[in-house]
């Protein structure tokens, strides 16, 4: 492949904006070489400035659920637009999103919507520490919930990939508030409500979490948690920013029967514009302004070409039984890559749920941050490059989920299966 159009692009792009990129992980910095800067993306495919063409599993990491520049999607888009693209004023546009969302996911009965997901669960503890009157926060390590002060604290994503999970510029005062314990380890959460309960506003988790790699919950670790922070008069926050209509239509909460009481939405509520939402049950959500006493805003929240992008996105979704389209699709395609890893004799472990997938680089059981890094980011990389050269587009991190579309074909996932066979042999070879 040529890259000298995109090798010239992102050159100059790091002269102006820091690494180039405006969202770390995008710059290909802990995996090397230059990533390919974008022109185009039309269903499963992105286009670059070169005119390569590579089948996309990142998909804007994660909003895309019907594919890049979906019909019904653009054309709401557009006609929004005609009509002006911001008033800040209600519109009848969020009223239905809200409805839809409050549908879609039983336990919220009030939403609130913002503009990415680090607003949203930043709200989402600002509620949870007015309502309660607590300051401590639980967050599990390698989840990441957006780059706010209480919650970049051993993050997972971009923040594990760049080795820097605790940021600095973080004040010690607030990273203080935050009790990190790992995934799937029901000792050490019960150790930090023996030791700190009653100060502790909320947990807040991933209940399927893809920021270090996609990792599950062990059989009845969600229903503790839930019971644990019940017994403490804990508020749960299930942040689905990455899960919510990923996992599956009634997101991972209705998969797993789980009843938080506030959830954070992000990426396929808006189809690939700005929006995030912040809603639970009533009683809570009336604590938030102008109704109540906690402040949060934004001038362009509730946003008109927003809105009518996440309506178009998560209405074709409901009507075309869209989820389990794609999980049956998740599942050919990880069989697939399970055969491939095998007949090269590469380790790996395939972890899927819905339309999400991760592949990880060890031959050791993957249920926690520690047990993710226990990958071969080499082999990692040897078979990310790989596939790369080969016209698909993966998450340029270990730490990453991949993600299916409608867009994507069966023609794709062989073009896929036939790139990884390569892949993985030349990690074999390595
Ligand atoms: N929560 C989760 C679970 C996420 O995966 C992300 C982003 N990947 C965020 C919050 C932050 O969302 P945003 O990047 O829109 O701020």
């Not at 590469?346 to 050791?364: A, I, K, Y």
């Not at 790989?386 to 062989?414: C, K, R, V, W």
């Amino acid at each position: 492949m040529d890259h000298s159009k995109s090798q010239a692009a992102f050159a100059e792009a790091k002269q102006y904006i820091p690494g180039g990129v405006n969202s770390p992980v995008r710059s290909f910095r802990s995996i090397g070489g230059v990533p390919p800067v974008i022109a185009k993306g039309s269903g499963s495919k992105l286009t670059d400035i070169d005119g390569n063409e590579y089948i996309d599993y990142v998909l804007s990491y994660g909003p895309l659920l019907l594919g890049h520049a979906h019909p019904q999607v653009t054309e709401s888009i557009q006609t929004a637009a005609a009509k002006g693209s911001s008033y800040g004023a209600p519109t009848l546009a969020e009223t239905e999103l809200a409805k839809l969302l409050c549908t879609l996911v039983p336990s919220m009965e009030m939403v609130r919507m913002v503009n990415s997901g680090t607003e949203a669960t930043m709200s989402a503890l600002r509620l949870a520490r007015a309502y309660t009157g607590r300051e401590s926060i639980v967050k599990f390590i390698g989840c990441y919930h957006g780059h706010h002060d209480s919650l970049l604290v051993k993050a997972g994503s971009g923040a594990a990939t760049l080795g820097v999970p605790d940021s600095p510029g973080v004040p010690k005062g607030v990273a203080a508030n935050t009790i990190t314990v790992p995934f799937n380890d029901r000792a050490a959460l019960e150790a930090a409500f023996a030791a700190k309960g009653s100060d502790i506003a909320a947990v807040i988790m991933e209940p399927t979490p893809g920021n270090m790699g996609l990792v599950l919950p062990q059989d009845g670790y969600l229903e503790f948690i839930r019971s644990i922070t019940k017994k403490y008069g804990t508020l749960l926050i299930c942040d689905e920013v990455m899960s919510g209509f990923r996992s599956s239509e009634k997101s991972s909460q209705g998969l797993y029967g789980i009843d938080p009481d506030i959830t954070c939405l992000g990426k396929v509520i808006g189809g690939g514009l700005p929006v995030a939402a912040y809603g639970g049950k009533r009683q809570i959500m009336e604590q938030v302004a102008p109704v109540g006493p906690m402040y949060q805003a934004g001038t362009l929240s509730g946003n008109p070409l927003a809105m009518a992008a996440g309506i178009a996105n998560l209405t074709y979704m409901r009507g075309h039984n869209v989820c389990s389209q794609l999980e049956s699709m998740t599942a050919i395609l990880t069989g697939g890559l399970a055969k491939a890893a095998a007949k090269a004799g590469v380790p790996v472990q395939l972890h899927r749920l819905g339309s999400m997938f991760t592949v990880f680089f060890t031959d050791q059981e993957v249920y926690d941050y520690d047990s993710a890094c226990t990958s071969d980011l080499d082999a990692f990389r040897i078979y990310f490059h790989s596939m790369l050269e080969q016209g698909i587009y993966l998450p340029p991190s270990q730490f990453e989920t991949n993600f299916l579309s409608l867009a994507h074909t069966p023609e794709d996932i062989e073009k896929t299966l036939q790139a990884a066979e390569i892949a993985f042999s030349a990690v074999a070879a390595a």
